[in-house]
């Protein structure tokens, strides 16, 4: 795999740090247990305004990415189109992958 992003999305989820799924995180992100929520690009609109509420009244960082949910579940091995990151380091570091692309 030579996308850094994806490679690096798959050591979170082997640490343990992803919730996957948008009911897991939409309460994750109105508990405020995570920094960041990731959207592949091809999730529907209608996920992504549900998710959307819940992180703006967590407080919680948003972003989209370029992959989709194909490529993101390849690299995780789960496919799914939300994804709430729980560590500020990987958040960090996701955040400034998805930026330089």
Not at 60 to 80: F, P, Q, S, Y
Request: charged content about 25%; hydrophobic content about 45%; glycine content about 10%.
């Amino acid at each position: 795999m030579d996308n850094r992003l994806l490679s690096l999305l798959g050591i979170a989820r082997r640490a343990g740090k992803l919730c996957l799924g948008s009911d897991a995180v939409q309460e994750t992100a109105l508990k405020g247990g995570c920094p960041l929520i990731l959207f592949a690009s091809d999730l529907s609109p209608r996920t992504a305004r549900t998710v959307l509420a819940a992180a703006a009244k967590g407080n919680v960082e948003t972003a989209t990415l370029r992959e989709n949910m194909d490529e993101i579940g390849c690299a995780i091995g789960k496919r799914t189109g939300v994804i709430a990151v729980n560590d500020k380091g990987f958040a960090k570091k996701l955040l400034a992958l998805n930026a330089e692309d």
